[in-house]
Each structure stands twice: as structure tokens, then as C-alpha cells.
């Protein structure tokens, strides 16, 4: 493909620079308009054979979920998306029609979550595809929450259901029929949604004092948000919304409900900290404004008692990071 030629059809499937935008793509830099309000930036990477696998989902699939990893961190600091720059490095087999499906995933996710695409680059690559997106957003100086608020007595609640994303990629790994509650997992999987409407919700109808959101798996995020607070974690294993996708290629597989809910990853649920006396209201409301159950399904302690998972029985065992360790190139 011809550099200038790709370039060119990028334009056309991007469109004109939308509200904010002075230049979009097309020359050497986006030139924004900034906005009322601080700045969020995040940026994420996505290697083929690690992140995903063109065997398993369509690129437009792909670049769907690229690009809602994103999403879900501005979410996450009770911001809202604006802008993005995309890098694709293109190996060989990666045709021109390849990248354009790929944009337009990303083109969806974005644009339903208000973001739109400003730049970026396109570059040849020895090996796969490596994706690489850095999203701007916009959070209201008063409205900014972190992973460092939490305090000894806070409630943990959490949205959606759990599992379902690690569910969908075992049966994807053990070529399970996808169909009915599997095909529900795998789907999970694939298509995951930014809870950007849930985490504003949240703040609108109380004080949550920390949010991570759920990239890396309970077991891990919910040790990040304890690290950065500097505090202890007690969750309930009788409490977790275990979906029923992820119980049902549980049962297939032999596998655990339990340690997929806590080891799964990529699920991009919000996990939150909030004063205890504001969980029944923050659970109507969520569910009046948005549809998505909010569940408890812990405490926050103090950091002396440690980070615990504690059993139907009562009893309590260290809360492990579980999963991916990307920087070690293997699971944990």
C-alpha cells in the first residue's frame, strides 16, 4: 500500500475535524481548542498474539476494543473523551482494506462515546500489528477521582457482572460452540463497553473517593487502587457478580467461578470506593439512569489488616494479583 494513498482514504473514513478540533489529520500535528476543565490523557498499546488475535475477532472488532481500553480509563477518572492519535505499526499479510476496517472500529467506539480521531501515524512493522492509541478527555476540576481517596470504612461496589471476559477468551482458546451462554462470553470478550454514563452517574449522585477501572482483573486493580490509597482491601467471595456466561463456561471447563471473577481481565468494569452510607443510593440510581447493576462487594480496611479475599465460611486468604503480567510476558 502506498503511504500517501492510505493516508488520503484515512481522511475520508475520518472525516472533517469535528467541535475543538482546528486540524485533524492530515498534516504534521492536531492543533485543539482547549477546552473548560483539566485535561485527562491516557495511552495504551496493543501487540497481535498478546492483546488479541485476528483468528478470534474481525479487525473492526479489534479496533473497537483498542480503543474502549482507552475509553474506560478517561471513564475511570470521571472524565469524558475527546481526542485521539493512532499508531499502527503494519506487518506483512496487513493489507490496505485491513487498516481501513480497522479505523473504522475504532472510528465506531469513538465516536459513540464522543471522541473522534485527530492524527496519528502508519508505519511498516516485521512482525503482526501493534496498535497504539493516546486518548484526551475533559473532567471538571471538582469531579476528578483517582485511585488514591480511598479511607478505612468505605464500601467497595462494583458495576456489572464479573468473569464474563475471561470466560469468553477460554472458550475462544478451547474452541467451544459459541453459542447460547458461551457465545454470551465470548461476545463479552469482544465487545466490551466503557462505563463512561456509570462512573458520571456515580459522581452525580455521591462522593465516590476512588475509582480504578477493571483492564488488569479484580484481584490486580483492586490491589492497585489498595497501593495507591494506602490502605487494606477485604472482598467477599459471596458478594461478587459472577455473570452467568462465565458460570456456564466455568462448568464446561472445570474451571473456577470464583478465581475467573477475580483473575479477569480486560472486563473494564468501574470499581469504587465510596462512604458506606451512600451504597443503597448509588445502587438505585445507577440502575434508574443507566440499566447497570452496582453490586458490593467489599470494604476497605485499614492497611495494617492487608488485602484479603474472605471465603463462604468466613475464612480469609491474601487477595493475589492474578493474570497477565505483561511486563514479564506470561501469567502470574
Given at each position: 500500500?502506498?503511504?500517501?494513498?492510505?493516508?488520503?482514504?484515512?481522511?475520508?473514513?475520518?472525516?472533517?475535524?469535528?467541535?475543538?478540533t482546528i486540524m485533524g489529520l492530515g498534516d504534521d500535528a492536531a492543533i485543539l481548542e482547549p477546552k473548560a476543565g483539566l485535561t485527562v490523557l491516557t495511552c495504551d498499546a496493543f501487540v497481535e498474539g498478546v492483546h488479541f488475535r485476528r483468528d478470534y475477532d474481525a479487525?473492526?472488532?479489534?479496533?473497537?476494543?483498542?480503543?474502549?481500553?482507552?475509553?474506560?480509563?478517561?471513564?475511570?477518572?470521571?472524565?469524558?473523551?475527546?481526542?485521539?492519535?493512532?499508531?499502527?505499526?503494519?506487518?506483512s499479510g496487513v493489507s490496505e482494506g485491513d487498516v481501513l476496517e480497522l479505523y473504522r472500529g475504532m472510528l465506531?467506539?469513538?465516536?459513540?462515546?464522543?471522541?473522534?480521531?485527530?492524527?496519528?501515524?502508519?508505519?511498516?512493522?516485521?512482525?503482526?500489528?501493534?496498535?497504539?492509541?493516546?486518548?484526551?478527555?475533559?473532567?471538571?476540576?471538582?469531579?476528578?477521582?483517582?485511585?488514591?481517596?480511598?479511607?478505612?470504612?468505605d464500601a467497595l461496589v462494583v458495576t456489572g457482572e464479573l468473569g464474563g471476559s475471561e470466560a469468553g477468551l477460554a472458550a475462544l482458546m478451547a474452541k467451544l460452540p459459541v453459542e447460547g451462554e458461551v457465545g454470551a462470553a465470548v461476545r463479552r470478550h469482544l465487545a466490551p463497553v466503557p462505563r463512561i454514563a456509570e462512573a458520571q452517574a456515580l459522581i452525580d449522585v455521591g462522593t465516590p473517593h476512588a475509582m480504578i477501572d477493571l483492564s488488569d482483573g479484580l484481584s490486580t486493580d483492586a490491589t492497585h487502587l489498595a497501593e495507591e490509597s494506602r490502605v487494606g482491601i477485604s472482598v467477599r467471595e459471596d458478594l461478587l457478580p459472577i455473570s452467568a456466561h462465565a458460570a456456564a463456561v466455568s462448568d464446561a471447563l472445570g474451571l473456577d467461578p470464583v478465581e475467573l471473577a477475580l483473575r479477569s481481565g480486560e472486563e473494564f468494569e468501574i470499581l469504587v470506593a465510596l462512604p458506606a452510607s451512600e451504597v443503597e443510593r448509588s445502587i438505585e440510581h445507577l440502575a434508574a439512569i443507566t440499566g447497570t447493576r452496582?453490586?458490593?462487594?467489599?470494604?476497605?480496611?485499614?492497611?495494617?489488616?492487608?488485602?484479603?479475599?474472605?471465603?463462604?465460611?468466613?475464612?480469609?486468604?491474601p487477595l493475589r494479583r492474578t493474570g497477565y503480567e505483561h511486563a514479564l510476558g506470561r501469567e502470574r
Open positions: 500500500m502506498g503511504e500517501l494513498t492510505l493516508i488520503e482514504r484515512l481522511r475520508e473514513l475520518i472525516g472533517p475535524p469535528g467541535p475543538g479487525l473492526d472488532g479489534i479496533g473497537w476494543k483498542c480503543m474502549v481500553a482507552n475509553l474506560s480509563d478517561v471513564a475511570a477518572m470521571g472524565g469524558f473523551p475527546s481526542q485521539a492519535v493512532v499508531s499502527v505499526c503494519v506487518g465506531r467506539a469513538a465516536r459513540k462515546y464522543g471522541a473522534e480521531i485527530v492524527g496519528g501515524d502508519v508505519v511498516s512493522s516485521d512482525d503482526g500489528l501493534i496498535v497504539s492509541i493516546a486518548l484526551l478527555g475533559v473532567v471538571d476540576a471538582d469531579r476528578v477521582v483517582t485511585r488514591r481517596g480511598a479511607v478505612p470504612g452496582l453490586t458490593m462487594i467489599g470494604q476497605v480496611v485499614e492497611k495494617g489488616r492487608g488485602s484479603v479475599v474472605v471465603g463462604s465460611d468466613g475464612s480469609g486468604r
